[in-house]
Every structure is written in C-alpha cells, then in structure tokens.
C-alpha cells in the first residue's frame, strides 16, 4: 500500500509555470506506475499525464502536450508535474495517483484503473 500527498499547488498567471510534487510512502513505489490526474469544478476528473515505474516511458493528455512534463525520482520516492505555458483552462484540482496493476511500461488512462489517491491540491489559473 501506499498514501499519496500533494503540494506545490497555487494561484499563477495565465503564461506562467508551476511544479506540483507527490511525495509517497511506502517501499514498493518503485513498483507502481504514477500518474496525475486533474478535475475541474463540474467536470469529470481526466487524465494528465502518467509515467512507468522505470521513468523510461511517459504519456500525456492531448491538451496538455508540450506545456507539461511528469517525472519521478525513486530514490526519494517523488513525482513531479512541470506546469508551463498554463492556460485559465488548467485550472483544477490536481491529483497524484498510483497504478499497481499497470505492468512493467503501460500507463492506463481511466481513473477507474488506478489504485491509489492523494488529496489533491488546487491549482488557479488567472486570465
């Protein structure tokens, strides 16, 4: 098992950057496909972006391509969310999600498919 804690979220300009970080526990992290995931008020949570337990593959929502970057670092049991070029439309809560079952190089892209939740942390972006 493993719990899931979000930060760096905040209030940013439309053009701006922002890193949000998940901080897990656990010994197995390295074993578990992250990803993160964003919901807006009255929508349904989307994928953002996911990334093996390797590091070595990564996938992306089509909205958010070439803006952000995930990355993780399992040495400190980390995964990150570079934010660039954020748009008003970015704006939601944002959460950090773990995958057990997704094998060794598959990011699965459904909420329904992921295991583990953080609290989520609110990232606003002003226009």
């Known amino acids: 098992q493993v719990q899931l804690v979000e930060s760096g979220g905040g209030l940013v300009q439309a053009g701006g950057s922002l890193r949000v970080s998940c901080a897990a526990s656990g010994r197995t992290f390295s074993s578990y496909a992250m990803g993160w995931f964003r919901q807006a008020p009255g929508k349904e949570r989307e994928f953002v972006g996911g990334?093996?337990?390797?590091?070595?593959?990564?996938s992306y929502a089509d909205s958010v391509k070439g803006r952000f970057t995930i990355s993780r670092d399992n040495a400190k049991n980390a995964v990150y969310l570079q934010m660039n070029s954020l748009k008003p439309e970015d704006t939601a809560v944002y959460y950090c999600a773990a995958d057990a079952d997704a094998g060794p190089y598959n990011i699965r892209t459904l909420p329904r498919d992921w295991d583990y939740w953080g609290q989520g942390t609110q990232v606003t972006v002003s226009s």
């Open positions: 990334i093996n337990r390797y590091g070595s593959r990564k």
